[in-house]
């Protein structure tokens, strides 16, 4: 496989992430259904944020000739199935949501942890997904202390 085709590989797996947290943000605020203004006002700005960073990294990978992934990740599929499941059977109080988005959030920073971890990533690749990480941590981190202080 090429550096190119490598790279746009990498990149896509990323959108892809990005999609599944479009996805998982969007179904967490359709279950909010106006309960709590704050995490609606959360949600609506996670799904904004992904879109961005989707967006910016699809221009990368068509700026590599390539198409951007459209889809979401096998992975993400199974865990909002596993979401929805869940939901079935217990309620989904505040604590939860958050604590939800929180594993959500883990899963893109392994991915984008990952994705820095390919060496054959080209410096400026590198420095943009080192930017798109610490916002994730930052993210986290807000949602980690939203979480905390349901206890």
């Excluded at 996805?23 to 279950?31: N, T």
Aim: net charge negative.
């Amino acid at each position: 496989m090429n550096t190119n085709t490598a790279t746009v590989e990498t990149l896509n797996d990323l959108i892809g992430i990005n999609n599944d947290r479009i996805s998982g943000y969007e179904k967490a605020l359709k279950d909010n259904k106006g309960k709590d203004a704050d995490l609606r006002a959360l949600f609506t700005h996670m799904i904004d944020e992904s879109r961005t960073m989707r967006n910016t990294l699809g221009k990368e990978v068509q700026g590599l000739g390539g198409e951007m992934e459209t889809g979401t990740t096998t992975g993400g599929k199974l865990y909002r199935a596993w979401m929805e499941l869940k939901s079935v059977f217990g309620g989904h109080d505040r604590r939860a949501i958050l604590s939800d988005c929180e594993t959500e959030e883990d899963a893109a920073m392994r991915a984008y942890s990952q994705a820095l971890q390919e060496e054959h990533l080209p410096a400026y690749l590198r420095e943009l997904l080192t930017l798109q990480q610490s916002t994730l941590k930052t993210e986290h981190d807000k949602i980690k202390r939203m979480r905390d202080a349901q206890a």
